[in-house]
Every structure is written in C-alpha cells, then in structure tokens.
C-alpha cells in the first residue's frame, strides 16, 4: 500500500479541502470523514448537503455511490467467514477500493489462510492513515487553499484513476463505459440524480453480461 499512499493522500486532501470550503460545521465534517470513510460518496453528498437535498436523496445518493463495498464484502466472504461476527465488523469499516485489488491479487484462490488477516490490516492500516490524515488537514486548512488551484477537477482525476484500477476485464470495462455515458446523458437532472442513474445502468449491465456470459461445464465428479 505504500506505493499507492500517495495517491490516497492526495485524494485524501482534495476531499477534505472541498468539505472545508463547503461551510458545514467543522464537527460534523470531521465525524464525516471518520465515519463515512469513503471519498465518492463524501464527495457525491457534499454538494447535496450544502444545497439543502432531502435527506433521502442524500441516502440514496451515498448508497448508490457505496453498491460497490457490496460487492467486495461478498468476494471477502470465503476469506474471512471463519472469523468472529464483531470482528468482521471491523474489517468491514476498513474497506476499501484498493486494498481489495491488492488483496485479491495476493490470495486468489477464495480460502481462508493465516497470512490473511495480517496482510488485511497492513494494507488498511496504511490507507486509513494517508486518507484520515490529510483530509482532517484540508479540512482544518481549507481557508489557506486558493479557489482557483482547481481541486475540484483534480478530485474528479483521482476518482478516473481508482476508477481505473478496478477495471479487471471486457465486463467490468463495458460496464464502465455505460455508467459513464449514463452519467453524461443524465447530467441535466437536479441533485446530482445523474450519478445514481449511472451506477443502475452500470450494475444492471454487469447482471446483463454475467448472466449471458458461457459458462464452463462442471467436472463430471462434481455433477449432482
């Protein structure tokens, strides 16, 4: 995760920053940070909070933005099911994008193993620490940031780029590519609805293409 510190804190610092120039009290931008612990939906509400959004739409909204931890917690599943119910919990807070490229890159066969966990919370302990840090900064510092450095598009790059790197084959691929023509052709609904519109174009063309993709014959010892 040390390579990829960096980049997190500088997201990190974007997002903070944003939340300070946005004229929420300064608690409840710091209980956001420590709690929500996830920039796009940080990001996604913020504009929403500011302007006064019904409470459900930023609901909504953050839910909509965080369908993919959903996914990721399924895929931890067999890793981590031996564990305590409370432990998981734990673990479950700590999410996150990368660590979950890493980890399963480092353990792709869907077992539990002792080095896991260790390995979990390594890699969470280093991103938790190079977001929370420089987020609580650009909060705290956001009035010293010029407007015009731009750190609004620069959050939109450092999004692109995590965006990337969760890009694994065609599907994943094509469903990216809908979600953000989605996006795009929705961009003039209010709320910022545009966003939800493009993760449900996004997850129904994965469902789309996972359920016409071949699959492959099962061994004739595992045929029931």
């Known amino acids: 995760m040390v390579g990829t510190a960096i980049g997190i804190a500088a997201w990190g610092l974007i997002t903070g920053v944003a939340m300070g120039k946005s004229g929420l009290p300064l608690p409840l931008m710091a209980l956001m940070s420590l709690l929500v612990f996830?920039?796009?939906?940080?990001?996604a509400v913020l504009p929403l909070?500011?302007?006064g959004a019904p409470a459900w739409v930023v609901w909504a909204t953050a839910l909509c933005v965080n369908l993919r931890f959903m996914i990721f917690s399924a895929a931890w599943r067999p890793y981590f099911i031996?564990?305590?119910?409370?432990?998981?919990?734990?673990l479950a807070y700590f999410t996150a994008d990368l660590n979950y490229?890493?980890?399963m890159r480092r353990f792709p066969v869907p077992r539990p193993a002792p080095e896991?966990?260790?390995?979990?919370?390594g890699g969470v302990a280093c991103n938790w620490t190079a977001?929370?840090?420089?987020?609580?900064?650009?909060?705290f510092l956001a009035d010293a940031v010029p407007?015009?450095?731009?750190?609004?598009?620069?959050?939109?790059?450092?999004l692109l780029g995590v965006g990337a790197s969760l890009i694994t084959g065609r599907g994943t691929a094509v469903a990216g590519g809908v979600a953000a023509c989605a996006a795009v052709a929705a961009f003039a609904l209010p709320y910022k609805l545009n966003i939800v519109v493009a993760i449900a174009a996004a997850v129904a063309m994965g469902l789309l293409i996972d359920h016409?993709?071949?699959r492959a014959p099962l061994p004739l010892d595992d045929r029931t």
């Open 38 to 43: 996830a920039g796009s939906a940080q990001l």
């Open 49 to 51: 909070m500011v302007h």
């Open 82 to 90: 031996v564990h305590p119910w409370h432990l998981r919990l734990r």
């Open 101 to 103: 490229v890493l980890f």
């Open 116 to 121: 896991q966990l260790p390995y979990f919370w």
């Open 131 to 139: 977001w929370q840090v420089p987020a609580m900064a650009g909060i």
């Open 147 to 158: 407007v015009h450095w731009g750190f609004g598009f620069a959050g939109t790059l450092a």
């Open 212 to 214: 016409t993709r071949p």
